[in-house]
């Protein structure tokens, strides 16, 4: 079992920034990649940004191309979001996700909600 826990979440203004964390434990040896994924209300939730655990290539969905960066450390199991120019399109649950290598189960955690103010 993988346990998920975020931080970082909270309400700023339009072109602010916000820095997400995730934090995890337990079997997490066998990290295949980590990841953000968000939710808005009504809309079905959306993969953002992962991270390779091993070699740390990176992935971006285009509506967030050139304003988020992900970024890992390895030692604490730790993924980090980095959110920058935050529009008020950008407000929802941002929820943690880890994929195990192997089986490819995906772990997730409680989320943290963000909101953009215009």
């Known amino acids: 079992q993988v346990q998920l826990a975020e931080s970082g979440g909270g309400l700023v203004q339009a072109g602010g920034s916000l820095r997400l964390s995730c934090a995890a434990s337990?079997?997490?040896?066998?990290?295949?990649?980590m990841g953000w994924a968000r939710q808005a209300p009504g809309k079905a939730r959306e993969l953002i940004a992962t991270?390779?655990?091993?070699?740390?290539?990176?992935y971006y969905t285009n509506s967030v191309k050139g304003r988020f960066t992900i970024s890992r450390d390895n030692a604490k199991n730790t993924v980090h979001l980095q959110m920058n120019s935050l529009k008020p399109e950008d407000t929802a649950v941002y929820i943690c996700n880890l994929q195990s290598a192997g089986d490819g189960y995906d772990y997730w955690g409680q989320g943290t909600q963000v909101t953009v103010s215009s």
């Open positions: 337990g079997r997490t040896f066998s990290t295949y990649r």
């Open positions: 991270i390779m655990w091993s070699n740390g290539n990176t």
